[in-house]
C-alpha cells in the first residue's frame, strides 16, 4: 500500500487555509490547503489506521543497514523517508536500496528520492534527468527537491520547479513532491509539502516561519534540526510543534552532513512526538 495514498486520507472535507500571497507573475492557480486531523487517528485506505501528527520525516541519507530497519518498525510514527542513494539516484539500481524501499512502502512509509538542486542553480536538464533516474530505478513515493531556491530567485525559477512537479506526477500521478525553501510562497500549489527548515539548532532558536504559512496545514511544512543537544531535544520538538510543522525531525548529528547517521536519541524523539499529537 503506498503511504501517500494514506496521507492524504487524513484530509478533512472543510477548506480552511487558502494561500494569498504568489512570488512570481506566473504563479499558478490557487490550490486549496485543506484542514487536518492533526488531533486524532483517521480511518485510512483498506481499512488501515493513519496516526494524527506530528509525525517524523528522516532524511536517511546513509546505506540501508540496521538503522533503515529500525526507522521501517517504527512505522507509522515515522511516515516520510528521504533517500539518498549516490548523492541522488545514480545511474543503476542497488538491490539492496530497492529492497529498503519496497519494505518501507509496504509498512506505509513514503520513500522520496533526493535531489539537489544547489539552490535552483542545478541545470533543469540534469534534474528532469534524476526525476526520470528515481522512477525508472527505485518507485519511489515522490522527490524531494533539496536547497530550492533563495528569496531572490523565486519569481525566476518558479516555472522551472512546477515543471518538475509535473515531470514526477507524469511518472507516477499520485507522486509527492516536496520542496526544501522557505522563501517561495507560491511554490505550495504545485508541491505537497515545504521543508522549511533544516539547519542548526543554533538557527533555530530565532527561526520564525513567514507569516505566508497557513496556521492550520501542518501536513503541509517540515522542520529538519541538527545539531541538536540530548538536554534540548524535548524543547526543540515542541518548539517545531508550536510553529506549525507536522513533519519534524531532529537530530545530534552534525554539519556538513547531519543527515548521515540516525539520531543517537532516536526512540526518545518517537516517544516525545507521540505526546504532542
Known amino acids: 500500500m503506498r503511504f501517500h495514498a494514506l496521507q492524504r486520507a487524513?484530509?478533512?472535507?472543510?477548506?480552511?487555509?487558502?494561500?494569498?500571497?504568489?512570488?512570481?507573475?506566473?504563479?499558478?492557480?490557487?490550490?486549496?490547503?485543506?484542514?487536518?486531523?492533526?488531533?486524532?487517528?483517521?480511518?485510512?485506505?483498506?481499512?488501515?489506521?493513519?496516526?494524527?501528527l506530528p509525525r517524523?520525516?528522516?532524511?536517511?541519507?546513509?546505506?540501508?543497514?540496521?538503522?533503515?530497519?529500525?526507522?521501517?518498525?517504527?512505522?507509522?510514527d515515522v511516515g516520510m523517508l528521504i533517500a539518498n542513494p549516490s548523492d541522488g539516484p545514480g545511474s543503476t539500481a542497488d538491490p539492496i536500496y530497492q529492497d529498503a524501499i519496497g519494505r518501507a512502502q509496504q509498512a506505509g512509509v513514503m520513500v522520496l528520492g533526493y535531489i539537489a538542486t544547489s539552490y535552483g542553480q542545478r541545470a533543469s536538464a540534469d534534474v528532469r534527468r534524476d526525476i526520470d533516474a528515481y522512477f525508472d530505478l527505485y518507485h519511489p513515493s515522490g522527490i524531494f527537491l533539496s536547497?530550492?531556491?533563495?528569496?531572490?530567485?523565486?519569481?525566476?525559477?518558479?516555472?522551472?520547479?512546477?515543471?518538475?512537479?509535473?515531470?514526477?506526477?507524469?511518472?507516477?500521478?499520485?507522486?509527492?513532491?516536496?520542496?526544501?525553501?522557505?522563501?517561495?510562497?507560491?511554490?505550495?500549489?504545485?508541491?505537497?509539502?515545504?521543508?522549511?527548515?533544516?539547519?542548526q539548532e543554533a538557527e533555530y532558536d530565532s527561526f520564525q516561519p513567514s507569516d505566508w504559512m497557513?496556521?492550520?496545514?501542518?501536513?503541509?511544512?517540515?522542520?529538519?534540526?541538527?545539531?541538536?543537544?540530548?538536554?534540548?531535544?524535548?524543547?526543540?520538538?515542541?518548539?517545531?510543534?508550536?510553529?506549525?510543522?507536522?513533519w519534524i525531525y531532529v537530530t545530534d548529528d552534525a554539519f556538513p552532513n547531519p543527515w548521515d547517521q540516525l539520531a543517537s536519541y532516536f526512540d526518545r524523539e518517537l516517544q516525545i512526538l507521540a505526546t504532542l499529537r
Open 56 to 76: 517524523l520525516i528522516v532524511p536517511a541519507y546513509f546505506y540501508p543497514d540496521a538503522r533503515w530497519d529500525h526507522l521501517i518498525a517504527a512505522a507509522p
Open 10 to 52: 487524513l484530509v478533512a472535507t472543510t477548506l480552511v487555509a487558502i494561500v494569498q500571497t504568489g512570488c512570481g507573475d506566473n504563479k499558478p492557480a490557487q490550490r486549496e490547503l485543506p484542514a487536518t486531523q492533526n488531533d486524532a487517528a483517521a480511518p485510512g485506505v483498506d481499512g488501515a489506521t493513519v496516526i494524527g
Open 214 to 246: 497557513p496556521g492550520r496545514s501542518p501536513d503541509r511544512f517540515a522542520h529538519l534540526v541538527a545539531e541538536v543537544p540530548a538536554e534540548q531535544l524535548e524543547a526543540t520538538l515542541h518548539r517545531a510543534h508550536d510553529l506549525g510543522a507536522g
Open 147 to 199: 536547497e530550492g531556491p533563495m528569496q531572490a530567485d523565486c519569481t525566476g525559477m518558479e516555472q522551472a520547479f512546477l515543471e518538475y512537479a509535473q515531470a514526477a506526477r507524469a511518472r507516477d500521478p499520485r507522486a509527492f513532491v516536496a520542496i526544501g525553501t522557505r522563501y517561495c510562497p507560491s511554490y505550495i500549489y504545485f508541491s505537497d509539502l515545504i521543508v522549511l527548515f533544516a539547519r
